[in-house]
C-alpha cells in the first residue's frame, strides 16, 4: 500500500500553500494527499503516512498547537522511519533556534521540534531591495538559487530563511542563496529524513494566480504579480521534488 502524504493544515498555515502542495504532491510524488491538524498528529494520525508538510505562514501558531505532545509525536514519526518537509515557516518551526525580523517586529527564541542544531535566520531583506518582511509585492522576489548538485533556478522567496548551523550540527546543503548562504538543507533524524527550504518550491501557477493576481485592484502591483506568476511553469520546483521523491522510494 503507499502510504499518503500529510499536509499541515491548522492555525498559521498559508491557505496558497497547502492548496499549492495538494497539487504538486499528487504530480511530483504520485501520492495521495491528507490534510491532517494538530489534534490528530496529538491522536497518533501520523503513523499511517510516510511525510509530513509543514507549509509557509506564520509558525507561532505552529508553537501553540504543537508545543509538548505534537512535537513528540513528530519527531517519534520521524525517528522510526518519516520523513519531514518544512517549507519557509515550517523551516523555521524545524530548527533549533529561530532569529526572523519582519516589519516593525520580531521573532526569537529555541523551537522544540529542533530537527537542525542550529538557526534559521531571516527574513533576508538583501534579496528584496533591502525591504523586510511584510504582506506586500516589495518583500517578495525571485532569487537565483544554485543547486548543490549543480545548475541554477530562479524561486519565489518572501521571508524564509537561511540556515546557519552549530559546530556539532550533522547536516548536508542542498542549495545555496547568492550570497552564499544555505538555502536548502536535509538531514537524518534516528530512521528517518528531514528537508527544510527557505524558498518556495512547492507554489503553482493556478493557486497563485487565484489567490494573487486575480486579487490585485492596484495595476501597478498586479504587474509585479503577474511578473512572478509567469515563473511557475510546470517544471517549476521539479529538481527538489524529484529528489524528495527519491528519499521517499
Keep these: ?144 538559487i544554485t543547486l548543490a548538485e549543480g545548475g541554477k533556478n530562479p524561486f519565489y522567496y518572501h521571508g524564509g530563511c537561511c540556515f546557519k548551523p552549530n559546530p556539532t550540527a550533522a547536516y548536508r546543503p542542498l542549495a545555496y542563496y547568492p550570497d552564499g548562504s544555505l538555502a536548502i538543507i536535509e538531514g537524518q533524524l534516528g530512521k528517518g529524513y528531514y528537508l527544510l527550504s527557505g524558498v518556495h518550491f512547492e507554489l503553482q501557477a493556478v493557486i497563485y494566480q487565484q489567490k494573487m493576481v486575480n486579487c490585485c485592484e492596484n495595476l501597478e502591483i498586479k504587474a509585479q504579480e503577474e511578473a512572478i506568476y509567469a515563473y511557475f511553469n510546470t517544471n517549476y520546483g521539479e529538481q527538489i521534488w524529484q529528489y524528495l521523491h527519491n528519499k521517499l522510494n
Design 1 to 144: 500500500m503507499v502510504k499518503p502524504v500529510y499536509i499541515y493544515s491548522d492555525d498559521g498555515v498559508s491557505e496558497m500553500g497547502v492548496q499549492s502542495l495538494l497539487l504538486a504532491v499528487e504530480q511530483h510524488l504520485q501520492r495521495p494527499t491528507r490534510l491532517i491538524n494538530a489534534e490528530q498528529i496529538i491522536q497518533g494520525k501520523l503513523a499511517n503516512s510516510c511525510l509530513l508538510i509543514m507549509p509557509g505562514g506564520a509558525d507561532l501558531p505552529y508553537c501553540q498547537k504543537l508545543n509538548g505532545e505534537g512535537n513528540r509525536y513528530i519527531r517519534h514519526f520521524i525517528e522510526q522511519g518519516g520523513a519531514y518537509l518544512g517549507i519557509c515557516a515550517g523551516a523555521y518551526y524545524g530548527c533549533a533556534e529561530l532569529d526572523f525580523k519582519g516589519l516593525n517586529y520580531s521573532v526569537k527564541g529555541s523551537r522544540e521540534l529542533a530537527l537542525f542544531d542550529g538557526m534559521a535566520k531571516g527574513s533576508l531583506p538583501q534579496f528584496t531591495h533591502g525591504q523586510l518582511y511584510d504582506e506586500g509585492i516589495q518583500s517578495k522576489s525571485m532569487v537565483e
